[in-house]
């Protein structure tokens, strides 16, 4: 199975900071990319997907996407304790999505 | 909201014993997928449907069986039940995708628990 690899954290941190989450993936054929926030003891919540190499922004999220490096990131600006939750790196496969472990962010107050 | 829901949404059962898991969905959406989760491994595709009787395996399916006789169904079975199948199930749709590079967003229900004692 061709692996999405994340840094499975915590990543700490402070409230109104910026929180880099960042995955590496192995399959070159890749297209989409997808990012899911998933709070514990809930069901994974869509945040954002790219396709293009370049920086997407949606409010306070940025994702980046670098396909000759095999790189996809999210930025989170003006961190929110709500924002606390892990975050899981994804990578369509054909019918399927390859799910990354997740990276843990705590942001404190 | 993506109108899926899933039941039971905790279930303990003991080993040997056949459960069935359902997912529905209120939206006709053609592509449905039960996952697995559990800490250590992320997300696994255990089987999707394509449409009314089409299923395909996932990278954990076996162990597993699914029938969809109806579009809005989409029934998840553990014929005999082992300790290893102690995890937390999601089932998931695919949106439209609408927008480009978005065709395979996908859109989970709220869980449900399963104890194999």
């Known amino acids: 199975q061709k692996e999405v690899e994340q840094n499975s954290g915590p990543l700490s941190v402070p409230e109104g900071a910026i929180a880099s989450l960042n995955c590496t993936y192995s399959?070159?054929?890749?297209?989409?990319f997808f990012w899911y926030r998933q709070y514990s003891g809930k069901s994974p919540e869509l945040i954002m997907f790219?396709?293009?190499?370049g920086d997407k922004e949606d409010g306070r999220f940025t994702a980046q996407l670098n396909k000759a490096s095999q790189y996809v990131s999210l930025l989170i600006r003006d961190s929110q304790p709500s924002d606390s939750a892990t975050y899981l790196c994804?990578?369509?496969?054909?019918?399927?999505?390859?799910f990354g472990k997740g990276t843990t962010l705590s942001v404190s107050s | 909201d993506a109108g899926i829901t899933q039941s039971p949404r905790h279930k303990v059962t003991e080993t040997g014993t056949p459960v069935t898991l359902r997912c529905h969905q209120t939206?006709?959406?053609?592509?449905m997928y039960w996952y697995r989760q559990d800490p250590g491994h992320g997300l696994r595709l255990i089987h999707y449907?394509?449409?009314?009787?089409?299923?395909d395996k996932g990278e954990v399916s076996d162990g597993y069986s699914v029938s969809r006789s109806k579009t809005e169904d989409f029934l998840l079975t553990l014929e005999s039940a082992t300790s290893s199948q102690t995890s937390v199930y999601f089932c998931?749709?695919?949106?439209?995708?609408?927008?480009?590079?978005?065709?395979?967003?996908?859109?989970f229900g709220p869980g449900t628990r399963l104890t194999v004692l």
């Open positions: 790219i396709y293009s190499n």
């Open positions: 939206e006709n959406h053609r592509y």
């Open positions: 998931a749709i695919r949106g439209t995708g609408a927008s480009p590079g978005s065709y395979n967003e996908q859109f």
């Open positions: 994804v990578r369509e496969a054909g019918t399927a999505l390859i």
């Open positions: 399959d070159r054929g890749s297209q989409s």
């Open positions: 449907s394509y449409g009314v009787k089409d299923t």
